[in-house]
């Protein structure tokens, strides 16, 4: 099931890693910063209530949206006193799980604002639409996730290993050129024929997307 919700959710622009135990869980969770966390309950080694504990312990605070095929109300209790933000029993749909997490993502409209606009490019978030001067741009899955993750860092140098870690995931070949190759399709999409360019290369530093006029 863990593959399955993977697949889903990179077909969705998420960029996502699997573990496959709870010890491999809180492994992942302590080295990299992760926007929502989704843990089953019945995991190998460690449960999900251990998990999501010991997060808590750690002083972790990513939103933990807890999956169970227990419906009883003690064990969402359970979950909640846990530590986690929100509870999905199975079966459930893959629309509600998405729905979920983009509440939880939402939840603090500061930090993360549905819709972002940087000069004359708007993206929206909650939509996955993006328009330049008024007219839409069409944009792959990738290329939007790419895109939203630079719209949500305007004006800061994003590096090559940010994008790595934060839009692609725990299948991305540290040797490959594909980050370059998304780049220069965005920079023809978003800035293509207009005279002020928002996608800023800094050699051997990253990326800048912000307006300079």
């Known amino acids: 099931m863990a593959n399955v919700i993977a697949k889903g959710l990179r077909e969705q622009s998420y960029a996502v890693d699997v573990a496959q135990d709870g010890d491999a869980g809180l492994y992942l969770a302590a080295i990299n910063d992760y926007d929502v966390i989704v843990l089953d309950v019945l995991l190998p080694q460690r449960d999900g209530y251990e998990v999501c504990r010991e997060l808590r312990k750690r002083g972790n605070a990513t939103p933990v949206l807890m999956l169970t095929a227990r419906a009883a109300v003690d064990d969402r209790l359970t979950g909640f006193d846990a530590g986690a933000d929100d509870y999905l029993t199975k079966p459930f749909s893959f629309r509600e799980l998405v729905a979920r997490i983009r509440a939880l ?78 780049i220069n399709r965005l920079r023809k999409k978003i800035d293509g024929r207009h005279a002020n360019k928002l996608l800023h290369t800094r050699r051997g530093e990253g990326y800048i997307l912000e307006s300079r006029h």
């Open 105 to 182: 993502l939402r939840r603090d409209s500061q930090l993360r604002p549905d819709v972002l606009a940087i000069g004359d490019l708007v993206v929206d978030a909650a939509s996955h639409r993006v328009s330049r001067a008024n007219r839409d741009v069409q944009l792959t899955a990738k290329e939007y996730a790419l895109l939203e993750y630079l719209a949500r860092r305007a004006g800061e140098l994003v590096s090559r290993a940010d994008i790595a870690a934060h839009v692609w995931d725990d299948t991305f070949d540290p040797f490959s050129n594909a980050i370059e190759v998304y």
